[in-house]
């Protein structure tokens, strides 16, 4: 692949801001509504930029919440890093597709519908044919067939598992440029079939290490600072992520400000692909909630990949993961829970929705001081 394919396939468009107008307009209903100024604290901002990203005020309600969970093995986890074996990503993509993971019952909670998207679980999955994995990586620069034939979770898979990103690159350059692609087109379906507010969600044993090394290598985190429990793992677990992280670091130092290479090198695809689908969310002027750790890192490389697109997103959550809370700090995001979940999936940002929608209704369908015939402040 020429290095101008490779550019091409991870330019994206221009992303402007929320509407600034509308904004102003949100800002100066929240004024007039029957409450002392401010006095919804931040479901007022939440309220508002919910408003800007539509383009509409009063906004609208959110009907059509949609999680795209994106699964994926890496090489890594064959090391020691996670409490739990690798087969458990396959065996958790069956247990979406059942509808018997924890996304699935908040999804379900808050009428969001989910999404699971195999983009490199190790092997094929029960009851999948091997078309998609014989077929390897699309070209670069290449449409990404939406393969309708297939196993539609398969549809965009880029390969089995990743490289071990302590010691060679998880993914080729043309997996990467399909992975981002992939998310791109994702993105597009889901918006093209109607969805008002999307989530980015993960699943894939060790991911915690690659979405540590990478947030640690592009906000300066030592490793040790950063590493975290991910599933629970004991010292001696911690010791070898560390060192998996660190040697990671090392390997990555040179690509700080080249998102395609630091996604190919201490990434995996469905990392790449994480990244893709929020850069063009934002290309599509939908706004996002973020989940946890995961979900953060590839928001981190997206908004290189595509400057501007993090004013789309809302910060659902606080991870317990110490490197989210350096991912959140360098988006400027202020998380709206802190509930010490660490699980992924999509689950702390589907856990926000309801906040979310709290603060739509109030500014949608509160009175104003003049339509109730509610003094103002006095004076
Ligand atoms: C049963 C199960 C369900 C999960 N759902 C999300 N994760 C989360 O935990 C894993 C990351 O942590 P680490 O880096 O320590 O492996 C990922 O699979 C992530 O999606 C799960 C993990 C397990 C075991
Ligand atoms: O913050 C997360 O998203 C997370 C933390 C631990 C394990 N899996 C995911």
Redesign the pocket.
């Known amino acids: 692949m020429s290095a101008a394919a490779a550019e091409l396939g991870a330019t994206f468009p221009t992303v402007t801001a929320p509407d600034a107008k509308v904004l102003g307009d949100a800002q100066a209903r929240q004024r007039e509504l029957t409450k002392p100024p401010g006095s919804l604290g931040r479901l007022e901002d939440v309220a508002c930029w919910v408003a800007a990203c539509q383009g509409l005020c009063p906004p609208r309600r959110l009907e059509r919440v949609r999680v795209v969970v994106f699964a994926g093995d890496h090489g890594i986890?064959r090391t020691g890093?996670?409490?739990?074996p690798p087969d458990?990503?396959a065996q958790?993509v069956q247990n979406f597709r059942r509808g018997g993971?924890a996304v699935n019952a908040i999804a379900d909670s808050v009428g969001a519908g989910v999404r699971v998207v195999d983009m490199a679980v190790d092997g094929d999955l029960p009851g999948a044919d091997s078309r998609a994995s014989e077929a390897g990586a699309p070209e670069a620069g290449a449409a990404i067939p939406a393969n309708a034939d297939a196993d539609p979770v398969r549809a965009y898979k880029v390969r089995s598992s990743s490289g071990s990103i302590d010691r060679e690159d998880a993914l080729t350059a043309a997996e990467t440029i399909a992975a981002i692609g992939a998310g791109r087109a994702i993105a597009d379906e889901e918006v093209d079939a109607g969805a008002d507010l999307l989530v980015a969600g993960?699943?894939?044993?060790?991911?915690?290490?690659p979405a540590t090394a990478i947030v640690a290598t592009l906000t300066g985190l030592e490793p040790v600072v950063a590493v975290g429990r991910?599933?629970g793992?004991d010292d001696a677990a911690w010791m070898r992520k560390t060192a998996a992280i660190r040697d990671a670091m090392f390997r990555a130092r040179h690509f700080v400000g080249d998102p395609v290479a630091l996604l190919r090198t201490i990434g995996g695809a469905d990392l790449a692909a994480m990244a893709g689908f929020l850069a063009q969310a934002a290309v599509r002027r939908t706004p996002v909630i973020l989940d946890g750790l995961?979900a953060t890192a590839a928001a981190l490389v997206a908004a290189q990949l595509a400057p501007g697109c993090a004013d789309w997103w809302l910060a659902g959550h606080r991870s317990a993961e110490p490197a989210h809370d350096a991912a959140l700090e360098r988006l400027h995001k202020q998380p709206l829970l802190d509930f010490g979940m660490r699980?992924?999936?999509g689950t702390g940002a589907l856990t926000a929705v309801p906040v979310v929608r709290a603060a739509v209704a109030t500014l949608s369908n509160m009175s104003t001081f003049a339509d109730a015939g509610v003094s103002g402040a006095a004076g």
């Open positions: 986890a890093v996670s409490a739990f458990v990503t958790m993971a993960d699943m894939g044993i060790g991911n915690t290490t991910g599933t793992i995961i699980l992924g999936e």
